[in-house]
């Protein structure tokens, strides 16, 4: 009886069939749920436009006086921007998306892929996406950089991108061509031994001194910016799993997943960045890095320790200079209420 039963399953046979086509039915189902199951506590502030912008935010309030004033500066204003926290519901993250005229939507689980799929179906007109979170450090012109590059990459007609990303200084792969464009491979080979692209397993990825180092060599964030964009316009593929802290997505891509896949245990990091990448690839829709488009991360998990006592020794690396607040003056800070 077992035998005919594997004769069965690893046949053509119709029970074969149908036994599969329901069990793939019976995942589909149980992973919608999943994606998009629980409730949400959605304060609703936007404005109908194609454009949106995730942030997901809560758990890195030391960061706070440094990546949201860049928010403040640097979003477009013709984008809805919703400020997602999953497993909490901080007062002091309301209340910045309510002075800045953001939407705001909090989940009681921490499931972050199950937070990204709620904000972006309560935002039924946004068209294309980009999701970042909140130890990026924006700079000026990368939502639009990631924008023009999709389409361009589009336009080229190699291959159709999935997703689009920023350089960032801190990242398993986008690093290794941000060094390549400012000549400083050798100096950082010099000074761990290699330079290799991975997603994790690495200096880059796990290293404190290696995202300290990447940060004293990338500052003045702006002016690494600039140039960049001054350079012709070039992308790559991305070749691997990639850490998606910023990243750009049209809603028919996401819509055709079924969603961000969301991680059956609360807590569980990166499972979504997983799934995302592995669907790219059966797809052939890579994910593409746009090289003139740039931003600074913080850490990840093992480097933050190291690095906020950098943050704490020497804030004035992560800080907004003052040539860049003359420039485009803060309206209203984002970590302060108004004084009033």
Known sequence: ???????????????????????????????????????????????????????VGGYRPKLWPYTF???????????????????????????MAERNGWSYLSTPDNRIARA????????????????????????????????DGFERVREEARFE??????????????????????????????RFGELKSACMGIPAHADPEAARWLWRNTTPLDATAERLRKLPFA?????????IGAMGIERSFWQEMGGFRAALLEGHIGRHERVL??????????????????????????QIESMERMLAERPEVFALPDQVTERYPVKQSLAEPDAR
């Open 1 to 55: 009886m077992t035998n005919r039963l594997l004769q069965l399953i690893r046949s053509d046979h119709p029970i074969q069939r149908v036994a599969s086509d329901l069990s793939k039915r019976c995942a589909d189902r149980a992973h919608r749920r999943l994606n998009f199951g629980g409730s949400a506590r959605f304060e609703d502030r936007q404005s109908g436009t194609e454009t949106l912008i995730i942030i």
């Open 69 to 95: 004033p860049r928010l403040a500066l640097f979003l477009p204003p013709d984008a809805d921007v919703c400020l997602t926290s999953p497993g909490l519901d901080p007062l002091e993250v309301r209340e």
């Open 116 to 147: 990204k799929n709620h904000t972006i179906r309560r935002h039924p007109n946004a068209q294309w996406i980009v999701m970042l979170d909140e130890d990026i450090f924006l700079t000026d012109g990368m939502i639009s950089q990631l924008r």
């Open 161 to 190: 991108p999935g997703f689009v990303a920023p350089l960032l200084n801190v990242n398993g792969h986008s690093y290794t061509v941000l060094l390549r464009l400012l000549e400083l491979e050798e100096a950082y080979r010099a």
């Open 235 to 243: 992308y790559s593929a991305i070749p691997h799993r990639f850490s």
């Open 277 to 302: 990448c592995e669907y790219c690839t059966n797809t052939s829709r890579p994910g593409v890095l746009v090289h003139t488009a740039f931003a600074g991360h913080f850490a990840f998990y093992t």
